[in-house]
């Protein structure tokens, strides 16, 4: 009686047993929805570095180039309000093979930071001499030709309107075909050294001129120290205009 009343009560137990094992299982296969994605396409990174670069230079007469060459294929990303920035870019002035940090927001949240490897080029049309230029010689428009250059630097400072060298003097040597810089070249001076001058005296209504020597070269506005023949003493005058100079007192 004992035995047969174990039995039955095992049973009962035994069959109270899979509604809860059913339960655990149910759950266990329930998957939560699909996030939805959107696809960062290379040529995105590409435009993102691109408007990058053309913030910070005047590309109006630039020939600016940038070829992503990683990474190679598009990256998956949420789908909502994307935006692309390119971080801390302290070598935006570079050319050539470049590393660039593009961080990738999607409604307001960042979703990641790619590593973007690309290749810069800028072309442009500068000025070039087609002849030895001395130092010191003046340029004419007989001694100039455009050339296509590739430019080291976004920023390089290289002259390409004929307009703002012909009539200036070389600061130094210019070897044939180089790019021209604006260092490279000066407005002439208006009094050489050696040169005889008029000097000029100014001091309210008095206005007196004799001639002197200058004892060295000078633009208009610099002062320069002129010997005067009269007294044969040297004098600091200011240029004024070609062969005049102006003590001042």
């Not at 174990?6 to 109270?16: A, D, E, G, P, V």
């Not at 408007?51 to 598009?74: G, R, T, Y």
């Not at 994307?82 to 093979?97: A, E, K, P, Y």
Request: charged share 20%.
């Amino acid at each position: 009686m004992k035995r047969t009343l174990m039995c039955s009560l095992f049973l009962s137990l035994y069959l109270s047993v899979p509604n809860i094992v059913s339960s655990e299982s149910v759950f266990a296969k329930t998957v939560g929805p699909q996030t939805e994605i959107q696809q960062v396409e290379v040529r995105q990174l590409q435009q993102t570095i691109m408007n990058e670069l053309q913030a910070h230079i005047d590309s109006k007469n630039m020939n600016l180039e940038v070829q992503v060459l990683f990474p190679k294929k598009s990256i998956e990303v949420p789908v909502g309000r994307l935006v692309l920035d390119v971080q801390n870019d302290r070598f935006s002035h570079l050319t050539g093979r470049r590393a660039f940090r593009v961080q990738i927001t999607v409604d307001s949240q960042l979703i990641k930071t790619v590593s973007v490897v690309a290749s810069v080029t800028a072309r442009v049309e500068v000025m070039t001499p087609v002849r030895w230029i001395k130092v010191y010689e003046v340029l004419a428009s007989k001694d100039l030709m455009k050339r296509s250059v590739n430019l080291r630097t976004l920023n390089q400072d290289v002259l390409m309107d004929p307009k703002n060298i012909i009539g200036k003097q070389a600061t130094r040597s210019l070897p044939p075909h180089q790019p021209l810089r604006s260092s490279f070249v000066a407005e002439p001076p208006l009094v050489h050294k050696g040169d005889r001058v008029m000097i000029e005296v100014r001091r309210g209504g008095l206005f007196v001129q004799t001639l002197g020597v200058a004892k060295a070269s000078g633009q208009s506005g610099e002062l320069i120290t002129v010997m005067n023949q009269t007294s044969g003493r040297d004098v600091l005058a200011m240029v004024r205009s070609a062969g005049v100079v102006e003590v001042r007192f």
